[in-house]
């Protein structure tokens, strides 16, 4: 069996977790240009990491942390200068559906969803990320928020809490 | 898995968020099952959790065609 070098071997443990890391920076960044820069800077830090042999027994929660700790940063210096949001930001890919009015409606719905999901404060945000989106148990996420379990519990479910509650003023407002 | 109410604290968030979680073991989700036919703090945080869940699990975004290639492409780079 050849041997693998160390960037195949990183690559190959590491391209799995992709959609993970993808989700989680989503959490922290509000253009996507900057989501995707987010998770290339990860992935870079993960990669050095790697080299120096740090080498993880379980690579999400791994990975998952090295992006929280960069996205962290990258948000509060997000926070002090203004942030440019266009149009193209905004606008959210509907399902491949052929009817035009079926897709403005799904839009609207990851429209209401993202702006919901923004609205929770940063760590019932994270904590969401982490579990429901990413994958990671509450033990994990955990870790990787350097917070007790119970804490994490509570953050996940007042954010989710506040999501139904969120969503369903939206839902109750198309009605009215 | 440790249900914190076995031990006595009743505490339905982090109950209902530990249950809609799927982390609690056998014993203790059977015997949270029972108790939220009683108690209606309990009942009414994991519909919400529940929803909440949905919602959230709803937010997943696919990975921009294009992005994998890029990062791939960025180690091999920083691997030279």
Redo the contacts between chains.
């Keep these: 069996m050849p041997l693998r070098?160390?960037?195949e071997e990183?690559?190959h443990a590491t391209?799995g977790a992709?959609?993970l890391v993808?989700?989680l920076a989503?959490r922290f960044t509000q253009r996507?240009e900057d989501t995707?820069d987010l998770?290339?800077e990860t992935?870079?830090a993960a990669?050095?990491a790697w080299c120096e042999h740090r080498r993880p027994r379980r690579v999400e929660p791994w990975i998952a942390t090295i992006c929280l700790n960069l996205g962290r940063s990258r948000y509060r210096r997000g926070v002090r200068r203004p942030i440019e949001v266009s149009i193209e930001d905004r606008d959210f890919?509907a399902p491949e559906v052929g009817d035009p009015e079926r897709a403005a409606e799904a839009a609207m719905?990851r429209q209401a969803?993202?702006e919901?999901?923004e609205r929770l404060p940063e760590e019932q945000r994270v904590a969401?990320a982490l579990?429901?989106?990413a994958g990671l148990?509450?033990a994990e996420a955990a870790r990787a928020m350097a917070t007790p379990r119970?804490t994490v519990?509570?953050r996940?479910?007042?954010?989710?809490?506040?999501?139904?509650?969120l969503?369903?003023s939206e839902v109750r407002g198309v009605e009215e | 898995m440790r249900i914190?109410l076995m031990d006595r604290r009743h505490d339905p968030?982090?109950n209902?968020?530990?249950y809609?979680?799927g982390?609690l073991s056998r014993r203790a989700r059977q015997w949270f099952e029972r108790h939220i036919l009683d108690c209606d703090d309990c009942w009414r945080?994991v519909l919400?959790?529940r929803?909440?869940?949905r919602?959230?699990?709803?937010?997943?975004?696919?990975?921009?065609p294009g992005?994998?290639d890029?990062?791939?492409a960025?180690?091999?780079l920083?691997?030279d």
């Design positions: 070098t160390q960037h990183f690559l391209m992709m959609d993808y989700n989503r996507r995707e998770v290339q992935y870079l990669y050095r890919r719905d969803l993202y919901a999901m969401i579990v429901d989106l148990s509450t119970g519990l509570s996940l479910h007042r954010g989710r809490r506040g999501l139904a509650a969503l369903w | 914190w968030e982090r209902a968020a530990a809609v979680s982390e945080e919400l959790g929803f909440g869940r919602v959230a699990e709803d937010a997943r975004e696919p990975v921009p992005l994998r890029r990062v791939r960025s180690i091999l920083s691997a």
